[in-house]
């Protein structure tokens, strides 16, 4: 009986490891051909340089090319249909952002939910942004712009880039928990923006810091606040929006990789492991980290939970700014 017992538990290991080595011959191989990752920005922006980077690390880990392509318009909705119709096998990526969130308020149609549409992969960094003043302005510090502003409402001018971008709406938010009644100027990209605060077109500037490193270090602009939830590491003497006496207005730009919804777990777990190594590589700490990205991994949950609060987060603001879809 205890040999017979023996032999048939035997027999059963043996049939088990059989039907998992089959399973495994049907299954292809992850990836078998280069990776498409489309962006839904145009060549030598702060994303484009994001992707370029983390794809690079990323074909050195799967050891298959990963091919950016630029894929500009309509508020990343372009590039977003593109991905969601695309063979969910993690062979063509997303790079999402915020402008995927506010595309949900802001565009009719909407484009594809990246809430159901895609499946998320991981987060790749953030973009802390920052209020900024000419060097010769009027103001040194953001409380003495407040002051001013209260002083004197509706004519303090805030400039921003295009009408939903990050820039704009934190410019719509910080507005409104300052309680200034601030005309804020959309611009066409980041060059305008610049030129207009340092001919005295506007005030403060709200954007990114990656395009004004260069300008702070030449003198011709001067940092007021950034509005991270602590004071960034490129620039410590400079205060964060709460600590310079504007609460519920932190804000960041951020990065990160989906495919189309459908892709199979074990593709996405290899493709987050891969980002996670590519995040924390020294290669792309290097190129990144100069721009003002804050790196940072993490689980498709996470990315998930972001992704619903930032479409709730931005439908308020929308609301509240009274900003017409377009």
């Known amino acids: 009986m205890h040999l017979s017992r023996v032999s048939r538990r035997q027999a059963l290991i043996a049939t088990t490891a059989l039907l998992a080595a089959s399973a495994g011959r049907g299954q292809p191989r992850f990836p078998e051909r280069p990776i498409t990752l489309v962006v839904p920005f145009a060549p030598g922006g702060i994303a484009d340089l994001t992707a370029r980077a983390v ?7 799967l050891g298959q090319p990963v091919v950016v392509d630029n894929q500009p318009g309509a508020g990343a909705i372009v590039a977003s249909q593109r991905v969601a119709r695309a063979v969910p096998d993690g062979h063509t990526l997303l790079l999402l952002s915020n402008a995927n969130a506010v595309a949900m308020s802001l565009m009719k149609p909407p484009g594809p939910d990246p809430l159901t549409n895609f499946a998320p992969v991981s987060t ?19 409380a003495a712009a407040l002051d001013w502003a209260r002083a004197h409402p509706g004519q303090l001018n805030i400039g921003s880039i295009n009408v939903g971008s990050t820039q704009h709406l934190a410019a719509k938010l910080f507005d409104a928990r300052a309680g200034i009644d601030a005309l804020v100027v959309p611009y066409k990209g980041s060059p305008a923006v610049l030129t207009a605060l340092r001919a005295g077109e506007i005030d403060i500037a709200v954007e990114i810091l990656g395009p004004m490193l260069p300008q702070l270090q030449a003198g011709t602009v001067r940092a007021l606040a950034v509005t991270g939830a602590q004071r960034h590491p490129l620039l410590p003497e400079v205060p964060t929006v709460a600590q310079a006496g504007v ?3 932190q804000v960041a730009s951020w990065n990160a990789l989906a495919a189309p919804a459908g892709t199979p777990p074990a593709v996405l777990a290899t493709l987050n492991q891969a980002v996670r190594d590519a995040v924390a590589s020294p290669a792309v700490q290097q190129r990144l980290a100069p721009l003002g990205m804050r790196l940072g991994a993490g689980t498709p949950a996470e990315l998930q939970a972001l992704l619903g609060s930032e479409i709730q987060r931005w439908a308020a603001v929308i609301r509240a700014a009274r900003i017409t879809p377009e």
């Open 55 to 61: 794809g690079e690390a990323l074909a050195r880990s």
């Open 124 to 142: 790749l960094g953030s973009f802390d942004l920052g209020l900024f003043a000419a060097a010769n302005g009027r103001f040194a510090t953001l």
């Open 247 to 249: 609460a519920g207005v």
